[in-house]
């Protein structure tokens, strides 16, 4: 089962920015949080990780609470490219992934 | 990032004949593979673990003499659709581990395959 709860979609406007939320309340000590996106009949993207500290690389940043159990995924200025279901998936980096629903992210002009 | 190929894209065939879907990583040696399956409207389900040179790990409810995993080399992986049905249609996707630590999963492309 996902160890991660997201909301189901959400819709944000071009340009601005796109916060999506996650909970992952079980997380374990050395589990990390990955985040990654899948575009309409692709295969899944890798977008950023983190264990505890804040993350940002050229497509997102990642905030994660200081008791780790929620994250949220940044996309500074959204486009319609970032239109994509975002998976949020907790892990210890050497075991194989679970992916829960995800959420819909929808990007309106 | 590890750059993962699959082929072919997209495969249409007749019930009961064999497919076979590769997957390569083309500029990373994977000692390890997965093998996911996505039914529309739904997310990715794990199918498997391909370990290079061992017999791959299914997941439960996965017949193994139904979908044939060889992990021949740290480069490609195959996935072998036997005897496949029209319930067998579904988007099929690999992945390789970065070998990193820690370890971030890159995926293919993934394969349509068409059951009729």
């Known amino acids: 089962d996902a160890k991660t709860t997201q909301p189901t979609s959400m819709d944000c406007a071009e340009g601005r920015a796109a916060n999506l939320p996650c909970n992952h309340s079980t997380i374990s000590g050395n589990e990390y949080v990955y985040w990654y996106r899948q575009i309409h009949s692709q295969g899944p993207q890798y977008i950023i990780h983190?264990?505890?500290n804040n993350e940002t690389n050229e497509m997102a940043s990642l905030i994660i609470t200081e008791d780790r159990k929620s994250s949220t995924l940044i996309l500074p200025h959204a486009t319609l490219r970032d239109t994509a279901v975002y998976y949020c998936?907790?892990?210890?980096?050497?075991?194989?992934?679970?992916f829960g629903i995800g959420t819909k992210l929808q990007v309106i002009p | 990032g590890a750059v993962v190929s699959q082929h072919p894209s997209r495969v249409i065939c007749k019930s009961g004949t064999s497919v076979k879907i590769e997957c390569r990583s083309l500029d990373f040696q994977a000692t390890t593979m997965f093998w996911y399956r996505q039914f529309p409207k739904q997310s990715l389900m794990l199918m498997a673990t391909s370990n290079e040179g061992s017999k791959a790990t299914y997941e439960q409810g996965v017949e193994k003499d139904k979908f044939l995993i060889n992990h021949a080399s740290l480069t490609l992986s195959t996935l072998t659709v036997t005897s496949a049905h029209p319930e067998d249609s579904s988007f099929y996707i690999c992945?390789?581990?970065?070998?990193?630590?820690?370890?971030?999963?890159?995926f293919g492309p993934g394969t349509r395959l068409t059951v009729l």
């Open positions: 992945s390789v581990n970065s070998g990193g630590a820690p370890d971030t999963q890159y």
């Open positions: 983190g264990l505890k």
């Open positions: 998936i907790v892990s210890g980096g050497y075991q194989k992934v679970t």
